[in-house]
């Protein structure tokens, strides 16, 4: 009967850590071992969306058809990761120069609640001038969040005066017609997001 007990907790044990590496983005591919394969078909990242900028317009995704975009997904009460991922896009722009102009950089909330267009606008003047802060209702978020995949959930902390937001925390590079190309780490190194958009921005004849 002991065996028996033991084997069982093992299983459940097992069924427990392949049940949260599931969830945690990049598990899998740290502790499973990497082989070459071949993939076919475009990955399911990105989507249509309709939503508001910092200027209160109601803009579509059709609006960035002809441009790379980079989009990100955050909150402007975020303590330190977005204002991170956003510096990196936009010492990235900077690098590129005149050739920024063939890139939308997005910054999509997850915090509807508190991210007016008038609190996207006076955070984002504090970054690159061409940035786009697109928020709306709970489900104009859900449903752009769902598009890119993004994970997001309200936290509560007794301790804190106001909640934060856990979430994705992902930099998505999409093609001229909105489709995934690829995506970086939020704190990856400017030189090599500007190197990659321009390599993007020369095989679209820029």
């Known amino acids: 009967m002991r065996a028996k007990l033991t084997i069982v907790g093992l299983l459940a044990a097992c069924a427990g ?24 078909g475009q990955a399911m990242v990105g989507g249509p969306f309709e939503m508001t900028n910092q200027a209160g317009e109601r803009v579509r995704d059709e609006a960035y058809r002809g441009k790379l975009m980079l989009v990100y997904f955050g909150f402007t009460y975020c303590p330190d990761i ?29 915090d509807p609640e508190r991210d007016t267009p008038e609190q996207m606008k006076r955070y984002l003047d504090s970054f690159h001038p061409g940035l786009v802060g697109l928020t709306g209702s709970a489900k104009d978020v859900d449903k ?57 921005i020369a095989q679209i004849g820029g």
């Open 82 to 110: 977005c204002p991170a991922g956003l510096q990196v896009m936009t010492a990235a722009l900077d690098e590129l120069g005149k050739d920024a102009d063939k890139v939308a950089p997005i910054f999509i909330t997850v």
């Open 17 to 40: 850590a392949l049940g949260a590496l599931t969830f945690i983005p990049g598990a899998v591919e740290t502790f499973l071992p990497k082989r070459s394969m071949t993939t076919v």
């Open 144 to 200: 752009a969040a769902k598009a890119y995949r993004v994970y997001y959930r309200k936290a509560e902390d007794a301790a804190l005066s106001e909640y934060t937001m856990d979430h994705t925390s992902f930099i998505y590079l999409m093609d001229v017609n909105g489709r995934y190309i690829t995506h970086f780490a939020h704190a990856v190194e400017p030189d090599k997001l500007a190197a990659r958009l321009r390599r993007e």
